[in-house]
């Protein structure tokens, strides 16, 4: 697992572990519809998972895992 230095250093890490949590969990969070629909398919098809979340601070947030399972980064949209 990783983080980007900016997310670190605003995010709550709190929320970023239940986020996780939620993200293991096949819980997308704010995601659009088309992209719920996506990861949904990327859990049997082996390609990338994206999850969107707000810390407790409504700073909004995404979780990536790539589609080999090498690397989940927690990163701010920003950061992309």
């Not at 990861?39 to 998972?49: D, F, S, V």
């Amino acid at each position: 697992m990783l983080i980007t230095p900016p997310a670190q250093a605003e995010l709550d890490a709190q929320d970023v572990y239940a986020s996780l949590e939620r993200h293991a969990r096949g819980d997308w969070g704010e995601c659009c519809p088309a992209d719920w629909k996506e990861n949904e398919e990327a859990l049997t098809r082996y390609r990338r998972l994206f999850s969107v979340y707000r810390d407790r601070n409504g700073v909004k947030f995404w979780i990536i895992t790539e589609a080999d399972r090498s690397a989940t980064t927690v990163l701010l949209p920003q950061d992309y």
